[in-house]
């Protein structure tokens, strides 16, 4: 292994939040930071539909609540992410996806994490390293409008940024593409709208808190990538 791999593997980064609308390259992101630091990537939906197949007392009562069509609360989901991050391999950092969504859900996180001991850290604390991905309306637009399938190998592609040598069909069986519901216009827009109001009292909040680390996503993700370690690695010194 090389030596500053393994470095990164040993290093303790603490809790990090990755924010950025739909389409902005989160996961993308999460798995590059998984590969190079070695930590877990909580999703809160993983969480949920884990708790649910488990059986765990969170898990009935999350379903109870979802089999009536209601958002799951957030003491719910909170309990959930609690459960989680008491588990030994958070104990040199984290990523969280999907959470926290509100500025209630931060203060939560907050308290919480008070009260974590990182590896080697002894009593200090480690904050929280927020790192907003932040694309352009019109791009993110194109990045979800443009996305197509193959219905028989479920192949990826995008009629603006990877589109298909012929137009419409698939490279490699030729096969009609078609566009997701979830990828339909009306969909996309009102996705956004929801993210904006649901998200930038977030984003101020934590840039308040001085842990917000904005970083261009308009890039190609090789880029973003470089400075996204670049602020990980560096915690909040940057």
Excluded at 147 to 171: K, T, V
Excluded at 222 to 236: C, D, F, P, Q, R
Aim: aromatic share 6%.
């Amino acid at each position: 292994m090389d030596a500053s791999v393994a470095n990164a593997k040993a290093l303790t980064v603490g809790p990090i939040i990755l924010l950025g609308a739909p389409g902005a390259g989160k996961g993308t992101q999460a798995k590059q930071i998984v590969d190079r630091f070695g930590i877990p990537q909580i999703s809160t939906g993983d969480l949920l539909r884990d708790n649910v197949k488990r059986g765990t007392e969170l898990g009935k009562q999350a379903k109870a609540v979802m089999d009536r069509g209601d958002l799951v609360p957030d003491d719910l989901v909170c309990n959930m992410v609690a459960e989680r991050l008491s588990q030994p391999d958070t104990s040199r950092g984290f990523i969280l996806d999907g959470f926290p969504r509100t500025v209630k859900q931060a203060e939560w996180l907050d308290h919480l994490l008070a009260g974590k001991v990182f590896e080697n850290q002894g009593d200090r604390k480690v904050p929280p390293v927020v790192v907003n991905i932040a694309v352009g309306y019109n791009q993110l637009f194109k990045r979800l409008t443009g996305r197509r399938m193959c219905p028989s190998c479920g192949r990826i592609y995008n009629i603006y940024f990877q589109p298909p040598r012929a137009d419409e069909l698939c490279d490699v069986d030729g096969s009609k593409l078609i566009t997701r519901p979830d990828d339909s216009e009306a969909v996309i827009s009102e996705r956004l709208k929801a993210y904006e109001r649901q998200t930038l009292p977030l984003i101020d909040y934590y840039r308040g808190k001085g842990q917000l680390r904005e970083i261009d996503g308009d890039r190609d993700p090789s880029a973003v990538a470089v400075e996204t370690l670049g602020v990980i690695e560096n915690g909040n010194r940057l």
